[in-house]
């Protein structure tokens, strides 16, 4: 299974992209391959020209078309997802998501926001295609608190419910297993 992981955070040092990174280590060992595009390394103008010819976010939206799996992170923006991830969903081709799953994650300040993902980010997934979106799994930044490392310390329940969102994919993943590799 090939796993595109996008994370569409302004941040360097997010939450959100920490979140990304966390649900691909609970998939780890499971027979993925794994490309990690975080939006904010892409040009700027790049994005905001909607250059799919620059080489960088041209290798990106491909990252996109051969994922079996894709996880979008966001933090949430003004109670919806990322004006970033906006600019880059924008490039894709139409139907990009088709046939594929996807996950959503988004870390936001409130609760009160934890509706985000299904009332702005899922029609938005829609319009692209994707036909199989697992569920999301919304953390507040206190369920994401900050580690003396530099990373963050997920609460036990917002593993619970990263596992539970995951859980879908255990089967499928098992059922293909990796090809050998010849030379
Ligand atoms: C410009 C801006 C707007 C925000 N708006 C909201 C919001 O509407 N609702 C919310 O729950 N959190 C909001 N937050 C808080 C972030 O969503 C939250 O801290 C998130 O974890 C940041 O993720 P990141 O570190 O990946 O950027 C906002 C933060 C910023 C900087």
Redesign the pocket.
Known sequence: MHITSLSA???E?????WLTQFALTRLAGRGSQTVAILVRDLPAAGLLTADVQEPAIAAAVRAIEQADLVVVGT?????AYSGLLKVFLDLLPPDALRDKLVLPLA????P??FLALDYALKPVLSALGARHVLDGVFA??AQ?RRHESGGFLPEPDLIARLDRALAPLSSRMRAQPEPALSC
């Open positions: 955070s302004p941040s040092h997010s939450r959100s992209a933090p949430i923006y003004k109670a870390t936001g300040g409130s009160a926001h507040t930044d994401l």
